[in-house]
């Protein structure tokens, strides 16, 4: 299974920016559904963000803050996060579904590191 490859993190004041890429091995496809996750140590990844063929969705707390897109030529995805906080601070990682059925296996993440 293909795996996918994060970019972009790094260490960032409160209040800046980041924008994070994935990277696809295999063609991303416009019924393809687009997500990026993120986890803490010792705490469940977490779904952050969707981007559907039709609509985008993210967890409450980071509404307002960080937007999803795409880029399907390029095979790659991204989350643009401003007015990041402290408790954005964690490992991210992205993935891709078609319906139900996973594409990728995990990749080693991006790790994003907000100082307060």
């Known amino acids: 299974q293909a795996q996918p490859v994060e970019s972009g993190g790094g260490l960032v004041q409160a209040g800046g920016s980041l924008r994070l890429s994935c990277t696809a091995s295999?063609?991303?496809?416009?019924?393809?559904?687009l997500e990026w996750y993120r986890q803490l140590p010792g705490k469940q990844r977490e779904l952050v963000a969707t981007l559907t063929p039709d609509s985008t969705n993210y967890v409450d707390s980071v509404k307002g803050r960080f937007t999803i897109s795409r880029d399907n030529a390029k095979n790659t995805w991204y989350l643009q996060m401003n007015s990041l906080k402290s408790e954005d601070t964690a490992v991210y990682y992205c993935?891709?579904?078609?319906?139900?059925?996973?594409?990728?296996?995990w990749g080693q993440g991006t790790q994003v590191t907000v100082s307060s």
């Open positions: 993935n891709a579904r078609e319906g139900l059925i996973r594409l990728f296996r």
């Open positions: 295999i063609r991303i496809v416009s019924t393809n559904i």
